[in-house]
């Protein structure tokens, strides 16, 4: 069965510095997809950066970068030079063939706290 | 700007007191989701539309329905809301159900129920 696991449930970090957010993934199907998701607060799921299967290359957005391994079946996510307004629940999600394309599974979420 | 909408951001109901909650999107996108969020856990998938075709997740209990009535509005429907299904509920769309293919979100329905 497809699983995310995310296994910091909370991270604090000082204003401005580099965070990684650690995300591990297991489905045996070769072709998925990886999302991460910023939730504030308020509630919203805003979704940040996505990495195929097959991607060559580890996928970047703007502050956000992700930190693919595949053999190890990791997705890391990545902010530069972090902000307060980063403060918030990230999400870990993927989707593959084999449970059904429409489906997106979360991991449990790491909270992460930007401390001035 | 496209976007998707929820309405009520907050909704209180009394147990067993039908409750309707409504999603729109201005992004023509053929797919719309319904998620379940309860505190402190990760989304849970109850249903999509495939354009008009309904598809329900087998765990999804008989209490929740859904109607598409046309591409921009989909509406979640719990008929008889019990103390366990107070919740975030969030919508989502995206354009078709390629596994690259993104969800966007809502801000969320956060229903109390009394």
């Known amino acids: 069965a497809q699983k995310i696991t995310q296994t910091q449930p909370g991270m604090f970090v000082q204003e401005k510095e580099a965070v990684t957010l650690d995300c591990t993934y297991d489905?045996?199907?070769?072709?998925?997809?990886l999302f991460w998701y910023k939730q504030p607060s308020s509630g919203e799921m805003i979704f940040l950066i996505y990495?195929?299967?097959?991607?060559?290359q580890n996928a970047t957005e703007g502050r956000y970068s992700l930190n693919f391994q595949k053999a190890r079946k990791s997705a890391n996510l990545v902010i530069s030079a972090s902000q307060l307004g980063d403060s918030a629940m990230y999400f870990c999600?993927?989707?593959?063939?084999?449970?059904?394309?429409?489906?997106?599974?979360f991991g449990q979420g790491t909270r992460l706290t930007i401390n001035p | 700007d496209a976007m998707v909408i929820q309405n009520p951001r907050y909704q209180v109901t009394q147990f067993g007191k039908p409750v309707t909650l409504s999603c729109s999107q201005t992004l023509n996108h053929n797919v719309m989701y319904w998620y379940q969020q309860k505190s402190s856990q990760a989304p849970k998938l109850l249903f999509h539309?495939?354009?008009?075709?309904?598809?329900n997740e087998a765990d999804t209990p008989d209490n929740f329905q859904s109607r598409r009535p046309n591409t921009s509005f989909c509406f979640l429907d719990i008929r008889s809301p019990g103390l366990g299904d107070a919740a975030m509920y969030l919508c989502?769309?995206?354009?078709?159900?390629?596994?690259?293919?993104?969800?966007?979100f809502g801000p969320g329905t956060r229903l109390t129920v009394l």
């Open positions: 999600a993927m989707r593959d063939a084999i449970q059904g394309a429409q489906k997106l599974v």
């Open positions: 989502a769309t995206s354009r078709d159900i390629r596994l690259r293919d993104t969800q966007y």
């Open positions: 489905t045996s199907d070769p072709s998925y997809g």
């Open positions: 539309y495939y354009d008009k075709d309904f598809n």
């Open positions: 990495q195929g299967s097959y991607d060559q």
